[in-house]
């Protein structure tokens, strides 16, 4: 995984978590040196991140992400398009989540923020092992999707639009 990738992913993951990480977690997480994270930490800080270094581990004050839900209707063979569609505009897929008419709301994190996440999402669901939530509803589901602008955001947007995925316009 590239520097780059891997600082999204850890700024990813710490923007999730509710209670402080540490740097040994990060380092065997990433399959990085606990230097190479201290490094990443820095690096994340200059560009805006403000996560914060404690005892207990590091811990990030606020998103520095923006984020808007995406309510999206495609078919099985479609979700590698939707999923590479949205890494590849910057985007990250914090989650996944249906409303069943019995059950109500359904969720699952994702954080799938690069092709790689892309790749081993896919084989997951074509192990057999599970399939995807959107089978429940009939292909609609919804995304939670976090980028570093809202700039970014809407070419995401506009990208699921012109594909089919975007329903109604949300």
């Known amino acids: 995984m590239r520097a780059n990738d891997r600082r999204k992913q850890i700024a990813l993951y710490l923007s999730t978590r509710q209670s402080p990480v540490a740097g040994e977690e990060l380092s065997k997480l990433f399959g990085v040196s606990r230097q190479i994270i201290v490094q990443d930490i ?5 560009e805006g991140a403000l996560i914060d270094s404690t005892h ?6 606020r998103s520095p992400f923006v984020e808007k839900v995406f309510k ?4 099985r063979e479609q979700t590698q398009d939707e999923l590479t569609t949205i890494v590849k505009l910057g985007g990250w897929v914090v989650d996944v989540f249906v409303w069943h008419k019995v059950y109500g ?8 923020a690069t092709a790689e996440d892309v790749e081993k999402f896919l084989d997951g669901v074509r192990s057999g092992k599970s399939s995807e939530l959107m089978n429940i509803t009939g292909g609609y589901h919804y ?3 976090r980028a570093e602008t809202v700039e970014a ?3 995401i947007e506009e990208s699921l639009t012109e594909k089919g995925f975007l329903v109604g316009g949300e």
């Open 42 to 46: 820095g690096a994340l800080r200059t």
């Open 56 to 61: 207990f581990g590091y811990v990030m004050r």
């Open 72 to 75: 999206l209707r495609h078919t």
């Open 105 to 112: 709301k359904i969720e699952a994190g994702l954080n799938v």
């Open 143 to 145: 995304h939670t999707v």
């Open 153 to 155: 955001l809407a070419r």
